[in-house]
């Protein structure tokens, strides 16, 4: 099953690594070209030191190619798949100095993605049952959220706006720059006209006032009820009644996703998977 987002394209990843080469490598390794032969070559295996799920297997495949093309990887482990301390999750066979130099790289990657798909899984487990997608955020790290995002889509959530370039989200600074949510919202209706663009419209909105002013305003993709109280945000989502999609966001945790779940809100959206992952514990080790 292909788990990578069709926004993540080869070219892509391969400008990824070209930067991540030059900032590790630079002039050279010099400690591999003074300690190992040029002609040398070895096997390593990538050993799970934590509990978890694995992601970014296809990325190291990506790595360990563009540095040593005549390298062959083992794969053990797929993307999105549970992992245990001691297992190995691929074995690599190459020249030992591309192996030490894409060492860093992988792990790294490999380590952010795979907390990100830890966490994601636990969030998408916690709401399996219930007709609601759990959605990452834009608070990502600069320059790797394709890494990110593709990480959240593996542990098995959804990715939501890749930028502020594929939807329009009108947030309470456009609202109160706008004047209102009914000025926001026809200013970006006719941004859109004026563009020729078809951009999906989502409206943040802080309390029930708003979600009448949005539902009046009509035209928009979903609303996005921010920071409200359980009870409330079960309130708004029967006043909205099935017209525009709903969204749940501020303060979602695994703790009480389930409890957001339960308002019949169609999505719930998290900051806290990309920016509260902790790192899955891996590491990279010759073996002959």
């Known amino acids: 099953m292909n788990l990578r987002p069709a926004q993540i394209t080869d070219e892509l990843i391969h400008d990824f690594i070209t930067a991540a080469m030059l900032e590790d490598v630079g002039a ?29 297997i296809e990325l190291a495949q990506h790595i360990f190619q563009r540095i040593d093309p005549s390298s062959t990887l083992t794969i053990h482990k797929v993307d999105g798949e549970d992992v245990l301390y001691g297992q190995q999750a691929f074995e690599v066979e190459g020249h030992t100095r591309a192996i030490l130099q894409a060492e860093r790289l992988v792990l790294n990657s490999m380590q952010r ?20 997608k759990v959605l990452d955020t834009r608070k990502t790290t600069p320059l790797i959220r394709f890494l990110e995002k593709w990480a959240v889509k593996i542990g098995g959530c959804e990715n939501y706006r890749w930028g502020l370039y594929d939807w329009i989200m009108i947030k309470d600074n456009h609202v109160d720059a706008a004047g209102g949510v009914q000025q926001a919202i026809e200013r970006a209706h006719a941004y859109q006209q004026e563009h020729n663009l078809n951009l999906g419209i989502t409206v943040e909105v802080r309390n029930l006032v708003e979600v009448r002013q949005a539902l009046e305003a009509g035209g928009i993709t979903r609303i996005m009820l ?23 966001s501020g303060g979602i945790t695994l703790h009480n996703v389930r409890k957001y779940a339960h308002t019949g809100v169609n999505f719930i959206s998290a900051g806290s998977l990309t920016h509260s992952a902790l790192p899955l514990d891996l590491s990279l080790k010759i073996v002959r």
């Open 28 to 56: 050279g390794d010099h400690t591999s070209l003074a300690t190992i032969p040029a002609d040398s070559r070895s096997k390593a295996v990538l050993k799970v030191k934590d509990y978890g799920v694995i992601a970014g």
């Open 226 to 248: 921010d920071n409200f109280e359980i009870p409330i945000l079960a309130e708004a989502v029967a006043h909205v009644n099935g017209r525009f999609e709903t969204e749940a």
């Open 113 to 132: 993605m795979s907390g990100i798909a830890t966490l994601a899984s636990r969030f998408a487990f916690e709401v399996g049952d219930l007709p609601v």
